[in-house]
């Protein structure tokens, strides 16, 4: 069964500034998760291709071509996981 | 003068592309790269030199004892102590500051006792004295900065009493960059009979530091952010002070002799000479030849030149950085009273978006408290976004750097 630790190789909290979440995703499965995630999360804008302004379900987050992700106002590592599963699985 | 074209041939990794862009290295603050000769230095220690110090009387361990000594020695030289005995290597300042604060709370520190800790302190010189507070009862308060975060005498002066009996303070800020006077805080430290720590991580990498000068008692350092090998660093002492004071960790090196005593049923300790009586185990050894190059290649250099290269780099980003409209660096404007250390916030931006963003770009900065949390409360900053700066970063590297951040702010 598939989880979210075989597209995601580290979860941080980042210190202050509004609960933000940084997500890294594994190199080697890097473009298939960026194919995922622009599949399932709506684009509100991109920037050359290299950043991701995204929406899922209310949730925005922003994704880098390089395979980092921040997740801003997210309740817990939980909830961020069940979003990561959502988007990735 | 400093050639940093020069300099950069002698850093492999610099070569590297990092996000199909060359690699700008803007994290010296946290640790810096390793030159050739470092990297040779362990090479040749492990190929041809490799054994035990100070346990055998082997070809090799007497080699290695020799080479570990030298690096003892060749610290002390390079910030002026009295020789090795009032240098003991440790595996980072962090480290340095512990030995310290557990070595005074076994036998200074007691009760009713008063440590003073700056606002501006690296949580490695807050959170020890807090939680040796707690254990041995004495008291840790905070000594106040100015807006820059530098140092502000007049609260220092208030705050010292006759309970005060440590003051414990960085050199330079890791946050804001900012020089303290350390030699005028360790006067008045000292005119109420007050000893100082000062953690010199940002500082004895960058610009000359002479512990006689300063008339400090003890001065913290890292290796790894000075060219040398990660996990090493050294603790100075004062020589009088470090005979008094009891070893804080114990085992092999440390010790003359353990004797058991059968009338008794204990084992009975005499402690080694410095600097090996606060050495315990097997040491670091190649991490201290590294660090010997390290030294050599900076001494080599020149600390004035160093110091000079990074004034001129930090005049250079802040007077194009100002030319960002929605960017605002904090820390001093007058660059002789800062390091190479840039901090900064951008307007709508996160400081971990502007690293991410400058990472697409293979620009490495850092990003949040820079694990000096109390600090930024004070200054009431948000996390920030650092660069820092050493020997082999140009001013071209920092005309890309703002180009990236005009590229950003436009966004």
Same mark, same amino acid.
């Given at each position: 069964?598939?989880?979210?630790?075989?597209?995601?190789?580290?979860?941080?909290?980042?210190?202050?500034?509004?609960?933000?979440?940084?997500?890294?995703?594994?190199?080697?499965?890097?473009?298939?998760?960026?194919?995922?995630?622009?599949?399932?999360?709506?684009?509100?804008?991109?920037?050359?291709?290299?950043?991701?302004?995204?929406?899922?379900?209310?949730?925005?987050?922003?994704?880098?071509?390089?395979?980092?992700?921040?997740?801003?106002?997210?309740?817990?590592?939980?909830?961020?996981?069940?979003?990561?599963?959502?988007?990735?699985? | 003068?400093?050639?940093?074209?020069?300099? =950069?041939?002698?850093?492999? *990794?610099? !070569?590297?592309?990092?996000?199909?862009?060359?690699? *700008?290295?803007?994290?010296?603050?946290?640790?810096?790269?390793?030159?050739?000769?470092?990297?040779?230095?362990?090479?040749?220690?492990?190929?041809?030199? @490799?054994?035990?110090?100070?346990?055998? /009387?082997?070809?090799?361990?007497?080699?290695?004892?020799?080479?570990?000594?030298?690096?003892?020695?060749?610290?002390?030289?390079?910030?002026?102590?009295?020789?090795?005995?009032?240098? /003991?290597?440790? =595996?980072?300042?962090?480290?340095?500051?512990?030995?310290?604060?557990?070595?005074?709370?076994?036998?200074?520190?007691? !009760?009713?006792?008063?440590?003073?800790?700056?606002?501006?302190?690296?949580?490695?010189?807050?959170?020890? #004295?807090?939680?040796?507070?707690?254990?041995?009862?004495?008291?840790?308060?905070?000594?106040?900065?100015?807006?820059?975060?530098?140092?502000?005498?007049?609260?220092?002066? %208030?705050?010292?009493?006759?309970?005060?009996?440590?003051?414990?303070?960085?050199?330079?800020?890791?946050?804001?960059?900012?020089? @303290?006077?350390?030699?005028?805080?360790?006067?008045?430290?000292?005119?109420?009979?007050?000893?100082?720590?000062?953690?010199?991580?940002?500082?004895?990498?960058?610009?000359?530091?002479?512990? $006689?000068?300063?008339?400090?008692?003890?001065?913290?350092?890292?290796?790894?952010? &000075?060219?040398?090998?990660?996990?090493?660093?050294?603790?100075?002492?004062?020589?009088?002070?470090?005979?008094?004071?009891?070893?804080?960790?114990?085992?092999?090196?440390?010790?003359?002799?353990?004797?058991?005593?059968?009338?008794?049923?204990?084992?009975?300790?005499?402690?080694?000479?410095?600097? #090996?009586?606060?050495?315990?185990?097997?040491? %670091?050894?190649?991490?201290?030849?590294?660090?010997?190059?390290?030294?050599?290649?900076?001494?080599? *250099?020149? &600390?004035?030149?160093?110091? +000079?290269? +990074?004034?001129?780099?930090?005049?250079?980003? &802040?007077?194009?950085?100002?030319?960002?409209? $929605?960017?605002?660096?904090?820390?001093?404007? %007058?660059?002789?009273?800062?390091?190479?250390?840039?901090?900064?916030?951008?307007?709508?931006?996160?400081?971990?978006?502007?690293?991410?963003?400058?990472?697409?770009?293979?620009?490495?900065?850092?990003?949040?408290?820079?694990?000096?949390?109390?600090?930024?409360?004070?200054?009431?900053?948000?996390?920030?976004?650092?660069?820092?700066?050493?020997?082999?970063?140009?001013?071209?590297?920092?005309?890309?750097?703002?180009?990236?951040?005009?590229?950003?702010?436009?966004?």
């Amino acid at each position: 069964m598939s989880s979210v630790e075989e597209y995601v190789t580290r979860i941080e909290e980042a210190c202050g500034e509004d609960k933000q979440f940084i997500v890294v995703l594994r190199y080697d499965l890097l473009k298939e998760a960026i194919a995922r995630i622009l599949e399932r999360a709506k684009v509100e804008k991109s920037i050359s291709q290299v950043v991701f302004d995204l929406d899922y379900g209310g949730v925005s987050f922003r994704l880098y071509s390089t395979g980092k992700i921040i997740f801003r106002n997210v309740k817990g590592e939980q909830k961020l996981k069940k979003i990561l599963g959502e988007i990735l699985l | 003068m400093l050639d940093p074209y020069k300099i =950069r041939e002698d850093f492999p *990794i610099l !070569k590297r592309e990092i996000n199909g862009h060359p690699l *700008i290295y803007f994290d010296n603050a946290a640790t810096t790269q390793k030159p050739k000769q470092v990297i040779a230095a362990i090479r040749e220690f492990y190929e041809n030199c @490799n054994a035990n110090v100070h346990r055998a /009387i082997h070809t090799l361990s007497q080699e290695s004892s020799e080479l570990y000594e030298e690096a003892h020695e060749e610290v002390a030289r390079f910030i002026n102590a009295e020789g090795m005995e009032e240098i /003991i290597f440790v =595996r980072g300042t962090t480290e340095a500051i512990n030995l310290i604060a557990y070595a005074m709370s076994f036998q200074g520190l007691a !009760k009713g006792d008063r440590v003073l800790v700056t606002l501006m302190e690296h949580h490695s010189n807050i959170v020890p #004295w807090e939680i040796l507070s707690e254990a041995v009862g004495f008291e840790t308060e905070y000594v106040d900065v100015d807006k820059d975060g530098a140092l502000q005498f007049q609260s220092l002066e %208030d705050a010292i009493s006759a309970q005060t009996k440590m003051l414990c303070m960085s050199h330079v800020s890791n946050v804001t960059g900012a020089i @303290n006077d350390v030699k005028r805080a360790t006067e008045i430290a000292h005119e109420h009979g007050v000893m100082v720590l000062v953690d010199a991580a940002q500082s004895v990498p960058h610009l000359p530091v002479d512990v $006689k000068d300063l008339d400090v008692d003890f001065l913290a350092f890292s290796g790894h952010k &000075m060219l040398g090998p990660t996990g090493t660093g050294a603790l100075y002492g004062r020589r009088e002070l470090l005979e008094r004071m009891k070893p804080f960790q114990g085992g092999g090196s440390m010790i003359k002799n353990v004797r058991f005593n059968e009338t008794s049923r204990r084992c009975s300790i005499s402690f080694n000479d410095l600097p #090996w009586k606060f050495e315990a185990g097997t040491p %670091d050894i190649c991490g201290g030849v590294g660090l010997t190059a390290a030294i050599r290649y900076l001494k080599d *250099i020149g &600390m004035e030149n160093v110091r +000079e290269h +990074e004034i001129r780099l930090a005049e250079h980003a &802040m007077r194009l950085i100002k030319e960002c409209t $929605k960017v605002k660096i904090q820390g001093p404007e %007058d660059t002789s009273r800062r390091c190479g250390i840039i901090p900064f916030n951008m307007e709508g931006l996160s400081s971990h978006d502007v690293a991410l963003f400058m990472d697409s770009y293979g620009i490495m900065i850092r990003s949040g408290f820079h694990c000096a949390q109390p600090f930024h409360e004070r200054l009431q900053l948000e996390p920030t976004a650092r660069a820092s700066f050493y020997i082999y970063n140009t001013c071209e590297e920092i005309d890309r750097f703002c180009e990236v951040l005009k590229e950003i702010e436009n966004l």
